[in-house]
T-cell receptor
Framework: ETGVTQTPRHLVMGMTNKKSLKCEQH?????MYWYKQSAKKPLELMFV???????ENNSVPSRFSPECPNSSHLFLHLHTLQPEDSALYLC????????????????FGAGSRLTVL | AQSVSQHNHHVILSEAASLELGCNYS??????LFWYVQYPGQHLQLLLK??????LVKGIKGFEAEFIKSKFSFNLRKPSVQWSDTAEYFC???????????FGTGTRLQVFP
């Protein structure tokens, strides 16, 4: 248990479905992140939030829609996905956003394994 | 744009062998550097980090890494590996004043008894 909890752990969805991934951190951190981990590729940063405000959108397609209602929760809403979106989606948090300097380190959750049929 | 290269994709060692995993990054400014490890079936965990000061940093489980600024490198080392070090190792770089932590493709380490 890392202090960052992701649900569901596994998700299978069709291309026309709408689903959501949830991330909750119990560490009192202010910044949260979504990453995509695909086979044979580096972890890809998707979004960064700091105190509920989005600070980075790494050119992510609009079929992925993030939501950060507060500093402890982060969602990734999924709709009309493609099979190539199948991957492990990782959530992470840090005390403060990396750009503030200081010794900020990302703590990762276990991930949500998404399969798009 | 920043990028991180890990040249060793798959390393196979016997127990007690020495380990060095390469990591190079492309960014001309000041950086923070990290190594993360992912054991089979587990989440990513921080192994060690460099923010400033002594370029030789020590992490958990006997790992260390050396930041060589002139070579844009942050190689990971361990003098004697154990079977329990079998895992995937990721180098990551954060350019100061940005929120982006950029990862390499990872190196899969297999240690045989």
């Amino acid at each position: 248990e890392t202090g960052v909890t992701q649900t569901p752990r596994h998700l299978v969805m069709g291309m026309t479905n709408k689903k959501s991934l949830k991330c909750e951190q119990h560490l009192g951190h202010n910044a949260m992140y979504w990453y995509k981990q695909s086979a044979k590729k580096p972890l890809e940063l998707m979004f960064v939030y700091n105190f509920k405000e989005q600070t980075e959108n790494n050119s992510v397609p609009s079929r992925f829609s993030p939501e950060c209602p507060n500093s402890s929760h982060l969602f990734l809403h999924l709709h009309t996905l493609q099979p190539e979106d199948s991957a492990l989606y990782l959530c992470a948090s840090s005390q403060d956003r990396l750009a503030t300097g200081g010794a900020n380190v990302l703590t990762f959750g276990a991930g949500s394994r998404l399969t798009v049929l | 744009a920043q990028s991180v290269s890990q040249h060793n994709h798959h390393v196979i060692l016997s127990e007690a062998a020495s380990l060095e995993l390469g990591c190079n990054y492309s960014y001309g400014g000041t950086v923070n550097l990290f190594w993360y490890v992912q054991y089979p079936g587990q989440h990513l965990q921080l192994l060690l980090k460099y923010f400033s000061g002594d370029p030789l940093v020590k992490g958990i489980k006997g790992f260390e890494a050396e930041f060589i600024k002139s070579k844009f490198s942050f190689n990971l080392r361990k003098p004697s590996v154990q079977w329990s070090d079998t895992a995937e190792y990721f180098c990551a770089v954060n350019a100061r004043n940005t929120d982006k932590l950029i990862f390499g493709t990872g190196t899969r380490l297999q240690v045989f008894p």
